[in-house]
């Protein structure tokens, strides 16, 4: 098939290139948009990131365009507009797994480095300043995580946070066995929020997963809680966190998304003037560790994620069930 790929960065042109089977490859590097849509002319199916919109108009026009497929290449489908996308008969694949541990390991490093500050001590040091004076870490051992949403990730995560002896409380609609079987104990979301002295969301964004976190569940929080985002921006109202941080309510904050991330996040603004004073803001404050996306973003899981979009588009082309449509 030829695939119109957007929103394409170096690596994804190598991974997907080294794995590309029988298919026409081209590669993008403008999100797709009302302009850039165009350029899926003459294309069968595209393939998109997070933070391309796939909305109504958008679906509009590929439909005219003759685009029969879209394959996502990333877990998370909140971008889509699936009513609209099946009226249109234009099919959706996606990748619902590729390596849970590339995201869970992220957040634990998001944790690690808040807690013991390595950030910090690194330019320190490189700057011949081998003080130690505001450094103070805390030990996890026997301190209480708690998990939002124990899927795949959330499952992994728990399984590293358990290594380093804390206890792991967790909260979902299904509580998954596994952990339980290894002492995790499912409460309800108030009880996580209140006993926890780090939470890690790992819940998808849906209608009811947005603005999880909001001034209600900050309340509810421990003082000087660490709160860890690598799923999905919209699950935390950031101006209310920016107030929480603002008041001491939390204490340290790790994210690997946000709310307006798209047209930030995967880009090089270091010439520009950034225009989001929410991020700017977060930014000003030292207890803040922000990472642009790049959970995903190990040799494995670029791997996987080609290999499955490409046997995606395959299953498609041969009218098969490839177990990975939305
Ligand atoms: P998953 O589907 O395996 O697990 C999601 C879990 O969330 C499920 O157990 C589900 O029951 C639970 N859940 C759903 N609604 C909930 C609710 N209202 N309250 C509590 N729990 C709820 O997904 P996964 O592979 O573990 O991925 C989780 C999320 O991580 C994805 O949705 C995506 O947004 C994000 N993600 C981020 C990156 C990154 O690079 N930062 C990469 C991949 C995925």
Do not use: W
């Amino acid at each position: 098939m030829k695939i119109a790929f957007f929103s394409t960065k170096p690596y994804d042109k190598e991974f997907f290139e080294k794995n590309k089977q029988t298919h026409e490859l081209a590669f993008y590097d403008v999100s797709l948009n009302e302009s850039s849509v165009r350029l899926a002319e003459g294309f069968d199916a595209i393939c998109v990131f997070v933070n391309d919109i796939v909305n109504a108009t958008i679906l509009e026009k590929l439909a005219q365009l003759g685009i029969k497929l879209i394959a996502l290449r990333c877990a998370g489908f909140n971008n889509v507009d699936f009513e609209v996308a099946k009226k249109l008969n234009i099919s959706v694949v996606r990748v619902p797994a590729y390596s849970p541990h590339a995201v869970a390991e992220h957040a634990v490093s998001l944790i690690m480095t808040l807690n013991r500050k390595t950030h910090k001590a690194y330019n320190r040091v490189r700057e011949g300043n081998f003080s130690l004076e505001k450094l103070i870490g805390f030990d996890l051992f026997q301190k209480t995580i708690g998990v939002i949403g124990t899927g795949k990730i959330g499952e992994a995560f728990a399984k590293i946070m358990l290594g380093f002896g804390c206890k792991v409380i967790a909260y979902d609609i299904f509580k998954n066995q596994n952990l339980i079987d290894l002492g995790v104990t499912y409460s309800s979301l108030d009880d996580v929020l209140s006993q926890s002295d780090i939470i890690s969301l790992h819940c998808p964004l849906t209608d009811k997963t947005i603005h999880l976190i909001d001034n209600e569940a900050l309340e509810k929080m421990k003082t000087g809680v660490m709160l860890i985002n690598t799923s999905r921006g919209a699950l935390i109202d950031t101006q209310a966190v920016v107030e929480a941080l603002k008041n001491k309510k939390i204490g340290y904050l790790g994210l690997d998304v946000y709310e307006q991330e798209s047209n930030i996040f995967f880009n090089d603004l270091s010439e520009e003037i950034l225009i989001d004073d929410t991020l700017a803001r977060l930014m000003t404050f030292p207890n803040v560790l922000i990472t642009s996306h790049q959970g995903f973003l190990t040799e494995e899981a670029l791997t996987q994620i080609a290999i499955i979009t490409l046997n995606n588009i395959s299953a498609f082309e041969e009218g098969k069930k490839s177990g990975n449509e939305v």
